[in-house]
C-alpha cells in the first residue's frame, strides 16, 4: 500500500513563498502521476499542479499559474510545490495525490483519477 506523507506548510504574509514536499513510499515512482491539490474552507477539493512520472508532463490550475512550479525527483521517491507570491485566497489544506499510471501518461485534473491521498498540510497566508 502506497503512502504519502506531505510537509512544509505553514502561516506565512501575503507576498511569501513556501515549499510542500510529498515523499511518496511506493517503489516504482516513476509510474505514479502525482498531483497536488487544495481544499479551502467550505469549498470543494481542486486540482493545484500536477506532474507525470518521467516527469515531462506538468499541468497548473489557472489560479497558480506563474507563482507556483511542481517538480519531482524520482530517485528521491518526492514531488515538491514551490509556491511563490501567494496570496490570502491560496490558503487552504494542500494535498498530494498519487495515479498509478504509465511515466508518459497525462497529468488528470479530476480528482477522482487519483488513488492515494496524504493526510493534507495547511497553508495559511494573511494579508
Known amino acids: 500500500q502506497v503512502q504519502l506523507v506531505e510537509s512544509g506548510g505553514g502561516m506565512v504574509h501575503s507576498g511569501d513563498s513556501l515549499r510542500l514536499s510529498c515523499a511518496n513510499s511506493?517503489?516504482?515512482?516513476?509510474?505514479?502521476?502525482m498531483g497536488w491539490f487544495r481544499q479551502a474552507a467550505g469549498k470543494e477539493r481542486e486540482f493545484v499542479a500536477g506532474i507525470s512520472g518521467n516527469g515531462e508532463g506538468i499541468s497548473y490550475a489557472d489560479s497558480v499559474k506563474g507563482r507556483f512550479s511542481v517538480s519531482r525527483d524520482n530517485a528521491k521517491n518526492t514531488v515538491l510545490l514551490q509556491m511563490n507570491s501567494l496570496k490570502p485566497e491560496d490558503t487552504a489544506i494542500y494535498y498530494c495525490?498519487?495515479?498509478?499510471?504509465?511515466?508518459?501518461?497525462?497529468?488528470?485534473?479530476?480528482?477522482?483519477?487519483?488513488?492515494?491521498w496524504g493526510q493534507g498540510t495547511q497553508v495559511t497566508v494573511s494579508s
Open positions: 495525490a498519487a495515479d498509478f499510471a504509465a511515466p508518459n501518461a497525462a497529468v488528470s485534473t479530476n480528482r477522482r483519477s487519483y488513488e492515494t
Open positions: 511506493g517503489r516504482t515512482f516513476s509510474w505514479y502521476v
